[in-house]
């Protein structure tokens, strides 16, 4: 049976194979110094494209793959491909001037007048500089400098605030796979609400969902000879380790000697057919191995019930993955390559300038507020820290728009920039204070709160109030108490 490829429209004139080649790989083959012959590797991705997969994920950091890509655009017989990547900025301060460079500069490497999606990523929500940066970046849309917007590793409470900022963006691109789930507790419902498609990556778990591991030992996990198996060991240690895994291999074996096709196939398409997910990003190693004719089986089968109810019931006896999508870098358990980000980041800069007056250290965040009413934001005097009623205003914007549930995110992420800039965390956090305009709001507003300090528990007081500005939903105000961290 011949392969009818997949397409989906993740916006208006962008139409993408739903088998997406990523170009990650590139960083791991050019790890030990060398960069590939772009020429050479740009050829390498013709027969994917004659083969109907015409869609390349990338990103500013994945080795030369950029330069390579744009050498496959120089040929207009090699066919036309939508190239995907992201900027990932190092954290810390962004200017308007830095996003032009950073989007110049993908330009120029993929050889296009306009970036058909690029995706942004952003290490630290408590830092503002992230929204900052994309509403200039929606700016160079306007400019028609990129096509589409995009995310990466993005919760559902930092999409929901993207969302109700006005800010458009088509897509965010997680990490979804049968060993992690995350995106199917709150990402997929805000998704389909606002018209946004998940790119899921990992879906095959760096190799981990193929017969090569089904029936093998336990590998030594400080061993493992790829940044990909290194990483999603990790989220297999996690998920419950070695034997849980080969229950799930035996259970993906079933099913695809049922359908004649690779238990890659199985894995890959139990993700596709999740609600919301426009593509699964499936890597290639350029001029090495393609896999072409086994991605392409993908589109030749569906699962069936008994699929689902074999499949699932293997499920059944994995652990959740913590936390929610992206999570894996920002907060441990830090699900990476290394375990830690070390090899992504040197440092964390506070989110917000800090001055010392005698022994009280002092936060301010910029707001006219601050100004006018003369008031820190944030005020540190010995391990007490007391936060000011804090409102999603940044710089001359609201945030979150109408939302009262992006608004109250915002404010949380807010407090904690401040906290953070005084040397504490959430965690230290013991008292808050929460104050609604519209009483029919306290409901969306509690489970904000609640979503943010599970696990904390602080005491808590929310009561109706009327706030300074119409357009201000939700205030909040915090104590902590930065406790003693073992070094």
């Known amino acids: 049976m011949t392969a009818v490829v997949e397409r989906c429209e993740l916006g208006a004139g962008l139409d993408i194979s739903r088998v997406v080649n990523g170009l990650w790989q590139i960083a791991d083959m050019e790890r030990d110094g060398r960069t590939l012959d772009p020429e050479a590797a740009a050829a390498a991705m013709v027969p994917y494209v004659q083969a109907g997969c015409t869609t390349f994920d990338m990103a500013d950091h994945y080795g030369s793959a950029e330069a390579i890509a744009g050498a496959f655009t120089t040929d207009a017989k090699r066919g036309r491909a939508q190239l995907l990547t992201k900027w990932v900025p190092k954290p810390g301060p962004v200017t308007r001037e830095d996003v032009r460079a950073a989007v110049d500069r993908a330009r120029q490497r993929l050889r296009r007048e306009a970036i058909d999606l690029l995706q942004f990523h952003a290490w630290n929500f408590a830092d503002p500089g992230w929204l900052d940066a994309l509403w200039w970046l929606q700016e160079l849309k306007g400019e028609g400098l990129i096509r589409h917007l995009g995310l990466t590793n993005f919760d559902a409470a930092h999409l929901g605030i993207v969302l109700h900022s006005g800010i458009e963006v088509v897509s965010n691109q997680v990490c979804f796979s049968l060993l992690d789930r995350r995106p199917r507790r709150q990402l997929t419902d805000l998704c389909l609400a606002h018209g946004v498609k998940l ?289």
């Open 199 to 487: 790119l899921a990556y990992g879906t095959l778990a760096g190799g981990f969902l193929t017969e090569r591991w089904l029936g093998a030992p336990e590998p030594a996990w400080d061993q493992l000879e790829t940044w990909s198996l290194m990483k999603y060991g990790r989220f297999i240690q996690a998920a419950g380790g070695w034997q849980v895994l080969q229950e799930l291999l035996r259970a993906l074996d079933r099913v695809a000697r049922r359908h004649r096709c690779s238990m890659a196939n199985v894995a890959c398409r139990y993700v596709l057919e999740q609600p919301a997910v426009g593509a699964v990003i499936v890597g290639a190693r350029l001029g090495i191995r393609d896999h072409i004719p086994d991605n392409l089986r993908i589109f030749q089968f569906r699962l069936d019930e008994r699929d689902r109810q074999e499949i699932d019931a293997a499920l059944a006896a994995l652990q959740p993955i913590p936390g929610d999508s992206g999570d894996e870098y920002r907060r441990p358990p830090f699900l990476t390559a290394s375990g830690d980000l070390r090899h992504h980041l040197d440092a964390l800069p506070p989110p917000y300038p800090v001055h010392t007056d005698g022994d009280r250290r002092i936060v301010s965040t910029g707001t006219p507020w601050e100004r006018i009413a003369g008031f820190a934001r944030a005020l540190r005097w010995g391990d007490r820290i007391w936060v000011s009623g804090t409102t999603a205003t940044h710089r001359d914007r609201v945030v979150g728009g109408s939302d009262p549930a992006a608004q109250m995110h915002f404010v949380i992420d807010k407090i904690e920039g401040a906290l953070q800039s005084l040397g504490a965390r959430l965690e230290d956090v013991v008292s808050t204070q929460v104050f609604v305009r519209n009483l029919s709001d306290w409901e969306a507003v509690a489970r904000a709160h609640g979503e943010r300090f599970q696990g904390i528990l602080p005491a808590n007081t929310l009561v109706q109030a009327a706030l300074v500005g119409d357009e201000y939903l939700v205030e909040m105000q915090a104590e902590a108490a930065v406790r003693v961290r073992a070094a």
